[in-house]
């Protein structure tokens, strides 16, 4: 079963990226790609922009990975309680390759913050879209306090109770991917 996971951030640091990653080795006998959206730079989109360079490689280049993928994991950075920019422009220019841009995979949305909240804005925002771009959603895990229960030494979370959660998520993803090879 082939997973792919990225935090949806271009941050070299990115909290959402060791929560992906982390997530993802709960899925024993798992092939795993973790992704950095740094992979994928495009130009902002625009339909100008679209017009002059049609769909860029880099664009393309991402869709296939979903396309390869039995199951995905997204863990959401949020930026002024929305998507990260970087992801939001990746995710409009691969939606004019296909609107359905998960392309009915199995999919599970994380999300982490370094305060309370979790970034648990962005995470409804993308519960709320995720029918209209082909996302089959298992399940979604809203992490809080991100430094106060990630060991950055070992990459795990130290905390029994949200290890259960992504334990569990990660377990509908598994079960959901397995199910479509």
């Known amino acids: 079963m082939k997973i792919i996971a990225f935090g949806a951030s271009n941050s070299t640091k ?3 990226k060791s929560l992906a990653t982390f997530a993802s080795s709960l899925i024993a006998g798992a092939d795993v790609e973790i992704l950095d959206l740094n992979d994928f730079e495009l130009p902002l989109f625009s339909e100008d922009k679209e017009a002059e360079i049609g769909q860029p490689q880099a664009a393309k280049g991402f869709f296939e990975k979903i ?3 039995d199951g995905v994991i997204v863990s959401f950075a949020e930026h002024n309680g929305s998507y990260t920019a970087t992801y939001k422009n990746l995710f409009d220019w691969v ?3 296909d609107q359905k841009v998960y392309q009915d995979k199995p999919v599970v949305f994380l999300a982490t913050s370094p305060g309370a909240g979790g970034a648990s804005s962005v995470l409804s925002g993308a519960k709320a879209s995720a029918p209209f771009f082909g996302v089959d959603l298992q399940d979604t895990v809203s992490v809080p306090n991100f ?3 990630f060991d950055a030494q070992r990459g795990v979370i130290s905390e029994p109770e949200i290890v ?3 334990q569990a998520a990660m377990g509908a993803l598994a079960s959901k991917a397995g199910d479509a090879k």
């Open 14 to 16: 990115s909290i959402n």
């Open 95 to 97: 939606s004019r390759i």
């Open 67 to 69: 396309r390869s993928a």
């Open 147 to 149: 430094y106060d229960v």
């Open 164 to 166: 259960d959660q992504l």
